[in-house]
């Protein structure tokens, strides 16, 4: 057992330092086993869920992962036992969330995984981030001997992984390389019938998925939505969009950002997994309704999902 722990610790420091998982193997996550009842417990009190993939993550706001360990080997007493199976799970736990980390897109079709292969501010960003992870829940069965650890990570806020992510992304060096250059969407305001404080963007038809930075394009290829120009402080505190799976949970969500009567549109295609593309007629629309009332500047936006 003890060359089993050490494989496990050689696996933290290898997964901190060179994350290397598919974005495949992401998309599993232990549940809690029904002999950690309070674990269990824990969660349904707190509303919280083991994340399954990325998209929960953005969806939900936070990344939760659990994990088992067992003693060492040569463990006597319960409190050997106890303290070695927790280090162990929170080995595991450290390795599940950097999994999920890998597995999170950047910007368009750029995972966390292909940015630190290009970008070595990128992944030391990222390997601090997952070495700097809080565990929030412990439990140990005696009868078992084994250990269980709840890591939870938030997305957006102080201290999370975006507020490190932008924190690198979002530097002129860097963001001029993830982020080529592109046309800015330009076209005389028309008049509307209606006041929009918000955007609500239909891709339910669409294979989009959450991003850090998730772009709106014009059928010409021009850039009528870029959260990389909003302010740092409005990306970290609220992220460039709320995620959400219906047309009413997205008014609800936009609702917390101070939106009243959000616009409606459905996205006619992708440019890229992470970045949208909606009519010429719907582009004027949104580009007039925000020269009034500025919504896109505060990130007001909604992608519902399928």
């Not at 003890?2 to 997964?15: D, Q, R």
């Not at 999370?160 to 080529?180: C, G, M, N, Q, R």
């Not at 918000?198 to 021009?222: C, H, M, S, Y």
Request: charge should be neutral.
């Amino acid at each position: 057992m003890k060359k089993v722990l050490m494989i496990l610790l050689a696996c933290f420091v290898f997964f901190a330092a060179n994350i290397a998982v598919g974005e495949e193997q992401t998309s599993t996550s232990s549940q809690i086993d029904e002999k950690f009842q309070k674990a269990n417990d824990w969660l349904k009190e707190q509303k919280l869920s083991v994340t399954q993939s990325p998209t929960d993550a953005f969806v939900n706001g936070y990344i939760l992962v659990v994990a088992e360990g067992l003693p060492k080997a040569d463990a006597v007493s319960q409190g050997q036992k106890r303290l070695t199976a927790e280090r162990a799970a929170e080995v595991l736990a450290y390795r599940k969330l950097a999994e999920f980390l890998d597995g999170v897109a950047v910007v368009g079709d750029s995972l966390v995984k292909d940015a630190e292969l290009k970008y070595d501010i990128v992944r030391a960003a990222v390997a601090g981030f997952v070495k700097g992870a809080q565990v929030v829940h412990k439990e140990y069965s005696r009868e078992d001997e084994i250990a269980l650890v709840v890591m939870k990570v938030g997305m957006t806020g102080p201290g999370s992984f975006a507020d490190t992510l932008y924190a690198k992304i979002l530097k002129p060096d860097v963001k001029k390389e993830l982020l080529e250059p592109q046309p800015a969407y330009k076209h005389k305001s028309i008049a509307l019938e209606e006041k929009y404080d918000g955007l609500i963007v239909d891709a339910t038809d669409q294979g989009f998925r959450p991003a850090l930075i998730n772009r709106i394009f014009t059928q010409k290829g021009e850039v009528l939505y870029d959260p990389s120009k909003i302010s740092q402080k409005v990306l970290v505190e609220q992220g460039c969009g709320e995620y959400t799976n219906t047309i009413d949970k997205a008014k609800a969500a936009l609702e917390q950002r101070g939106t009243k009567n959000p616009l409606i549109i459905k996205a006619t295609g992708t440019v890229s997994p992470s970045d949208l593309q909606i009519s010429d007629d719907d582009a004027v629309t949104v580009f007039s309704a925000n020269q009034k009332a500025g919504f896109l500047s505060g990130a007001k936006v909604a992608f519902v999902l399928r």
